[in-house]
């Protein structure tokens, strides 16, 4: 079984630039959310999807944005990049709700010069 | 306002003995919670879980105990291996697991051959 796969592995932009980060939920799986881990800081939640619908959003700016397509693969766009927004951003997925682990990808390292 | 703590940041065992690592919460509405193993540049990967219902849930080498009352978990890893030297993270939710995780910072645990 495939795991939940991440693109691009690290992306770099400058300040005010756009990044689009992609992720490939597991088979089966109908839930995906984002999280961010700065440097020197644990796993911050981003937001939550389940069946195309933003469920749940954490204490990011709306220049944090994304979707989840049909086939539940999901993005994560950053607008307006700022300096603080470098971090390693992580996907992970679940099979519907109730108690059910979420199962990580490798994380999309960002960088902003 | 840090709701999942991991109060030491590193621990160090010999092969073969157990390792315990510690996790306070403060949220009285977590029902849910985790323990993740992560490798450097790798995503976290779920060990084991265990819902408020339980107190104790055992896979393998390893068992997560539940203190409610003193909101108090621990993961033992009982003989403990070389291969298991990672950074492992407590994370907690509310509603069953289908909303957003809260992580801890996370114990790096060493065992030395």
Redesign the interface.
């Known amino acids: 079984e495939a795991g939940?796969t991440q693109s691009p592995t690290h992306l770099i932009k400058t300040r005010g630039q756009q990044a689009t980060l992609r992720c490939s939920p597991i088979s089966g799986h109908t839930?995906v959310?984002w999280?961010q881990q700065a440097l020197g800081?644990?796993?911050q939640?981003l937001l939550?999807y389940?069946e195309g619908e933003e469920r749940?959003r954490?204490n990011f700016p709306p220049r944090f944005s994304g979707r989840q397509f049909p086939n539940y693969s999901s993005e994560l766009n950053v607008n307006a990049l700022e300096l603080e927004d470098s971090a390693l951003y992580?996907c992970?997925s679940?099979f519907?709700?109730?108690?059910?682990?979420?199962?990580?990808?490798?994380?999309t390292r960002l960088s902003i010069l | 306002d840090q709701q999942v703590k991991q109060n030491s940041p590193s621990l160090s065992v010999q092969e073969g003995r157990i390792s315990i690592l510690n996790c306070d919460y403060t949220n009285s509405m977590f029902d849910y919670f985790l323990w993740y193993k992560k490798y450097p540049a790798e995503g976290p990967t779920f060990l084991i879980s265990i819902s408020s219902i339980k107190d104790k849930n055992e896979d393998g080498r390893f068992t997560v105990f539940l203190n409610k009352s003193a909101k108090h978990l621990s993961l033992h890893i009982v003989p403990s291996q070389p291969g298991d030297s990672a950074v492992y993270f407590c994370a907690a939710s509310e509603e069953g697991g289908s909303e957003k995780l809260v992580f801890g910072k996370g114990t790096k645990l060493t065992v030395n051959p």
Not at chain 1, 96 to 107: A, E, I, R, V
């Open positions: 939940v839930s959310y999280y800081l644990g796993l939640f939550w389940d749940n954490g992580l992970a679940s519907g709700t109730g108690s059910q682990p979420q199962h990580f990808g490798d994380g």
